[in-house]
């Protein structure tokens, strides 16, 4: 899969807020409650990216997780039917997602964290199964590593030294 540079400048992103959690960490003097904030950015174009961000404030939260996450920005494949050419499984620590290819008219068929991933990189017809864990970052950064693996046919084609056609059919 070709590994492009990103031109931000030219690229309007779209985020989405997957989680906020509280996190408390218990000192000497007693508690100190900061927030962690999990986000998704796309262009809704093939490229998607997920971020994690930490503050006192869920507005610097989600700021620093925003930067983080266009940081992170991929080039997934996006075929004419808004699909991915052939299934895959993405995996990220115990969670693993299963992306399958539809046919035109599916639609989006994933759950929570797996979806906002799918529509911000610009899928219009794909289905998904979660499996283990469900941990929401797990399963985001799941279906990034999925998405991220899977390659044009044309390209194994290529390399493969064989037609479109042969690989396809």
């Not at 100190?32 to 503050?55: E, P, Q, S, T, Y």
């Amino acid at each position: 899969m070709k590994r492009t540079k990103i031109d931000l400048s030219q690229v309007e992103l779209f985020d989405n807020v997957i989680a906020i959690k509280r996190v408390t960490k218990v000192v000497k003097g007693g508690r100190n409650m900061r927030f962690a904030a999990l986000i998704v950015v796309g262009d809704r174009n093939g490229h998607v990216g997920a971020g994690i961000g930490k503050a006192t404030e869920i507005p610097e939260a989600i700021r620093k997780a925003k930067e983080d996450a266009i940081k992170k920005l991929v080039t997934v494949p996006v075929n004419e039917n808004g699909s991915i050419p052939y299934g895959y499984t993405g995996e990220f620590g115990s969670a693993r997602v299963l992306l399958k290819t539809a046919p035109e008219g599916t639609g989006i068929i994933a759950g929570g964290p797996a979806r906002s991933v799918l529509d911000l990189a610009g899928y219009r017809n794909i289905r998904t199964k979660s499996l283990g864990s469900n941990n929401k970052q797990n399963v985001v950064l799941a279906t990034i590593e999925g998405l991220k693996a899977i390659q044009d046919p044309e390209e194994i084609a290529r390399l493969r030294g064989k037609t479109v056609d042969e690989i396809l059919n």
